[in-house]
């Protein structure tokens, strides 16, 4: 159980396009999601707090208007890299916290790998 | 923000080697998780320890956490090729959801 799923797990993209990322919940609904970049061999960096049908909370430095958050469903997060630049690459991870069971505990998805040329 | 503090950042071992991972902080959490992850993929949740003093074995790990809930470690008996990667410990603070996220520990374990 509370397994979590990115697509796509890789993309590359030319600079100036936008890019989209879905974060699924397969078995449990979550009430909230969360969106993390990595570095290579860094720890995560929380970007935004999203919650179900209400704006996403943002991080103090990272840019709504360039990061953009919907969470239409207790399922279903996507974020979107819009005019992406070669310094947007890296590792964008979400998980999803369970709305049951133990508190405070977040699932991760698999990562997606994003290059901008 | 609470900072997490890990330690060591980096770690290289011989099989059969036991290690221990730290985690610290100044600040008090309502639980603390600890993580895995491998290159290219999302962290593994291995295990949330809640109340202060728990311990808790998962094979041959072992975590835990101190009394104050500010700190917890991670400890790794007879370490195997399969337990390389990168070690995160994440809090949980009173006032929120968002976990604090450690720099991670980066374990290599060499056959």
């Known amino acids: 159980g509370a397994v979590v799923s990115q697509h796509p797990s890789r993309v590359i993209c030319k600079s100036g396009t936008s890019v989209k990322i879905e974060c699924r919940s397969l078995?449990?609904?979550?009430?909230?999601m969360f969106w993390y970049r990595q570095f290579p061999k860094q720890s995560l960096m929380l970007m935004a707090t999203?919650?179900?049908?209400?704006?996403?909370?943002?991080e103090q430095g990272v840019e709504k208007d360039k990061f953009l958050i919907n969470h239409a469903s207790l399922t279903l997060s996507t974020l979107t890299v819009t005019s992406a630049h070669p310094e947007d690459s890296s590792f964008y991870i979400c998980?999803?916290?369970?709305?049951?069971?133990?508190?405070?505990?977040?699932?991760f998805g698999p990562g997606t790998r994003l290059t901008v040329l | 923000t609470q900072l997490l503090e890990q330690s060591p950042q980096f770690l290289s071992i011989q099989e059969g080697e036991n290690l221990t991972v730290y985690c610290n902080s100044s600040?008090?959490?309502?639980?603390l998780q600890w993580y895995r992850q491998e290159p290219g993929e999302g962290p593994v949740l291995l295990v949330t320890?809640?109340?202060?003093?728990e311990v808790k074995k998962l094979k041959r790990l072992t975590f835990q956490f101190g009394d104050a809930r500010k700190d917890s470690s991670l400890h790794i008996t007879a370490a195997q090729p399969g337990d390389t990667g990168l070690y995160l410990c994440?809090?949980?603070?009173?006032?929120?959801?968002?976990?604090?996220f450690g720099k991670g520990t980066s374990l290599l374990v060499t056959p």
């Open positions: 998980s999803a916290e369970t709305s049951g069971g133990l508190r405070d505990t977040q699932y």
């Open positions: 078995d449990f609904q979550a009430t909230t």
């Open positions: 999203s919650n179900e049908g209400s704006k996403a909370t943002y």
């Open positions: 600040s008090v959490f309502s639980s």
């Open positions: 320890v809640v109340t202060g003093g």
């Open positions: 994440a809090g949980a603070s009173n006032s929120g959801y968002a976990l604090n």
